[in-house]
């Protein structure tokens, strides 16, 4: 049971940080001589593992058979998230 919790911490939280150091060095709108798509294409892979790794999760959480599917569990919860990371975020500045 710990190992399974520890190993949720390092996916989530520590793919948070590979993804965010990525983008952070290469954004997106800034001009480059030779753009850095291995680094990008790495930060979108860490971004979909996260959300593959979440699904699952919630998967095993919730199974309510054929009356509602977990997909839009999923969609509601990262969409609620979004919700209050952007209230958050407009209170703090």
Do not use: C, H, N
Request: proline fraction near 3%; hydrophobic fraction near 60%.
């Amino acid at each position: 049971m710990f190992l399974e919790r520890l190993l949720a911490i390092i996916i989530i939280g520590g793919g948070y940080f590979i993804w965010s150091a990525i983008f952070k060095k290469y954004p997106f709108g800034k001009e480059y001589k030779q753009k850095p798509i291995l680094a990008w294409l790495i930060g979108f892979l860490v971004i979909f593992g996260q959300l593959a790794y979440i699904y699952l999760v919630f998967a095993r959480l919730f199974e309510y058979g054929d009356s509602i599917p977990i997909i839009f569990l999923v969609i509601g919860i990262v969409f609620t998230a979004l919700l209050f990371l952007m209230i958050i975020r407009r209170r703090r500045g």
